[in-house]
């Protein structure tokens, strides 16, 4: 049931963009996404709750396809601050089509970005 | 300020013994969180409440117990029955339903000696 995401870890100069993604055996009701850095506790990043949603803020973005089980995490213009490991949690949709109401992670992309 | 405390923030214990990890929250949040972090595995979830006096397994639950005697304590129990106890232990809250953000608190390192 655990997510899948790849790349497992992506190293990048300040300014470039990254793609992280997280793929589901499992029917989706949400997706969360947490950064956490390390020895620290995740940060809530966004939730897509709808398939086909899009969301974003500063240049932190994803998308949530529904129907193939998948969201995606988009950082453009990286910065130095935006290292750290990334988190999918991934909200299976119970068999009446409702929120089962607890959350299975994925194994994290460490992102590292150097100057 | 709002937030969720947990204490310690790193414990040490003998094998064989019991031990309690604290999980405060002043979010006025329903739901309660236990995670369990080792490296290359992320979080796991063991044991979840949505309201008080009640609590789900998750999926790690063995060698674990819970209570949820207040809205604002969700305090776990490693016991001697746990196999391998030595990780990061992760307390979060959130509004009620798992579509809501988590809160994470600052977690507690155990390590079994």
């Known amino acids: 049931q655990q997510p899948v995401q790849s790349p497992q870890a992506v190293i990048l100069r300040e300014g470039e963009d990254a793609v992280i993604n997280c793929s589901s055996s499992k029917a989706l009701y949400s997706v969360h996404w947490y950064r956490q850095k390390h020895g620290e506790a995740p940060v809530f990043l966004m939730i897509?709750?709808?398939?086909?949603e899009q969301k974003g803020h500063d240049k932190i973005s994803a998308s949530f396809n529904e129907k193939k089980q998948q969201s995606s995490l988009y950082l453009t213009a990286s910065q130095l601050s935006y290292s750290g490991t990334y988190f999918c949690g991934t909200e299976i949709r119970a068999n009446y089509g409702g929120a089962t109401n607890k959350l299975i992670f994925g194994t994290g992309t460490l992102l590292a970005v150097q100057p | 300020d709002g937030g969720i405390t947990q204490s310690p923030k790193y414990l040490f214990r003998k094998e064989g013994q019991n031990v309690t990890l604290s999980c405060e929250q002043n979010l006025n949040h329903d739901a309660m969180y236990w995670y369990r972090q080792d490296p290359g595995q992320g979080l796991r979830l063991i044991y979840y409440?949505?309201?008080?006096?009640?609590?789900q397994k998750g999926d790690i639950a063995e060698g674990y117990s819970v209570s949820r005697e207040k809205k604002e304590s969700f305090p776990l129990t490693v016991t001697s029955a746990q196999k391998n106890p030595t990780a990061f232990y992760l307390c979060a809250s959130s509004r009620g339903r798992a579509y809501n953000e988590q809160f994470f608190g600052p977690g507690t390192r155990l390590t079994v000696l």
């Open positions: 409440s949505q309201i008080v006096n009640d609590f």
């Open positions: 897509l709750l709808k398939g086909g």
